[in-house]
């Protein structure tokens, strides 16, 4: 198994990890209440994807 002959400079190694950066996720607003989720999931408020519910709403 071949090991490294030099080692890797501060540069390349930041060059390297350039693109491992976490980033934030982006929110859509439901349609039918309005609050902040993230697309292509169901609300966790309402219970509603595409315009009809697909999660029952929590009895309190």
């Not at 090991?3 to 540069?11: D, L």
């Not at 039918?32 to 408020?45: D, I, R, S």
Request: include cysteine; proline fraction near 12%; aromatic fraction near 4%.
């Amino acid at each position: 198994m071949p090991n490294p002959k030099r080692r890797h400079s501060h540069a390349r190694k930041g060059r390297r990890r350039s693109h491992d950066g976490m980033s934030i996720p982006s929110f859509a607003a439901c349609p039918n209440c309005g609050t902040p989720k993230l697309p292509h999931k169901a609300c966790p408020e309402c219970g509603f994807y595409r315009g009809r519910q697909v999660i029952k709403e929590a009895e309190g």
